[in-house]
């Protein structure tokens, strides 16, 4: 049984080629937004978690053009493919969250771009407000548009913790307002939280994939320094349970035994800056860590949304 090319699971990769017909890269991009959980609109510091980037460390500078940035970006994946086509992915921060006049001047910089086949935003589901949607609306029919939430937990008491600034009721609204417009929804998953079970983990799962959404990113806690986290972790590390690589590695086969088929997993795992990673320091390894999951997935003969019944059962005759 061959499905999704030489994954166990249905990749962007796999999803981008089915797609576009080719390889398609993507280029962060930094806008110059900041957040409402940052500059005091609901709260200040942001999530315990986030970086001074605004999870946007490996995008370009945000004082250079959208075009300069991906000029810049192009640059960097051409160094090593000769690719034209690109995502012009809007990372750092919250990129709904300006004036709509603003919105519409840098979004249609990058979907007019020959080169870039698709827009990707990364925002927060409290920051879609009706005028934003029919924005959206409009670059969708010009080119394909993705919007990347942060979800992270569907337990409200570690949503509360990490400073999230929203409930789960949010993120319903959010998710129906896109799917009504037929923009697919990318949610972020963090597996290992502060005080978070393997069951809360997978009650998490199962929540979003109840939902209309279309990917997931799913990513290893991880800390940074310069972060709220960073300190916590360096006062009370008792409240951490960070995971080893194989105890991440048995969480997240768990996971994608159980997602949908149809949901595509942008992300399996996670590799902060090297000169920012405190923990764990073996995710900075990312090629052994990918290359293991992939050959793991398969000695378990595990696809993705055949059950953790069936998983177990496979390892156990080996």
């Keep these: 049984m061959m499905k999704w090319n030489d994954k166990r699971y249905h990749s962007l990769d796999y ?6 017909g080719q390889k398609v890269y993507k280029v962060s991009l930094d806008a110059g937004f900041t957040c409402p959980n940052r500059d005091g ?8 978690f986030c970086s001074e980037g605004g999870s946007g460390d490996f995008a370009s500078s945000h004082m250079k053009s959208i075009t300069g940035q ?5 640059e960097r994946v051409r160094k090593k493919t000769k690719e034209d086509a690109f995502i012009a ?17 840098i979004f249609m910089e ?36 993705f919007i990347e939430l942060g979800f992270q937990t569907s337990n409200e008491k570690t949503a509360a913790f990490i400073r999230r600034g929203y409930d789960n009721a949010v993120l319903e609204e959010a998710v129906a307002k896109l ?7 990318i949610l972020h998953i963090i597996l290992g939280l502060p005080y978070e079970t393997k069951e809360d983990i997978r009650a998490t799962i199962e929540y979003v994939c109840s939902l209309k959404i279309s990917g997931l990113k799913l990513q290893l806690m991880h800390i940074l320094k310069n972060t709220e986290l960073a300190d916590l972790y360096e006062i009370h590390p008792e409240i951490f349970h960070m995971m080893d690589f194989e105890a991440y590695l048995d969480m997240l ?13 942008h992300r399996i ?28 997935l398969a000695r378990r003969d595990i696809w993705q949304g055949k059950g953790i019944l069936h998983a177990v059962r496979n390892t156990d005759a080996l």
């Design 15 to 20: 999803d981008l080629k089915e797609r576009f």
């Design 41 to 48: 609109t609901i709260g200040r510091g942001g999530c315990i």
């Design 70 to 74: 991906i000029e810049e970006g192009k």
């Design 89 to 105: 992915y809007f990372q750092a921060f919250t990129n709904t969250y300006g004036p709509v006049s603003y919105l519409r001047e």
């Design 110 to 145: 990058a979907i007019h771009h020959p080169d870039i086949v698709a827009l990707s935003i990364a925002t927060r589901p409290d920051c879609l407000p009706d005028d934003v949607i029919t924005l959206l609306d409009e670059l969708n029919q010009i080119k394909p548009v």
């Design 179 to 185: 799917d009504a417009i037929s923009i697919p929804v």
């Design 253 to 265: 086969i768990e996971c994608i035994s159980i997602i949908p088929e149809h949901i595509v997993l």
């Design 269 to 296: 795992t996670g590799d902060g800056p090297k000169n920012l990673l405190i923990a764990p320091l073996w995710s900075g390894d990312k090629k052994r860590v990918f290359n293991t999951i992939q050959m793991e």
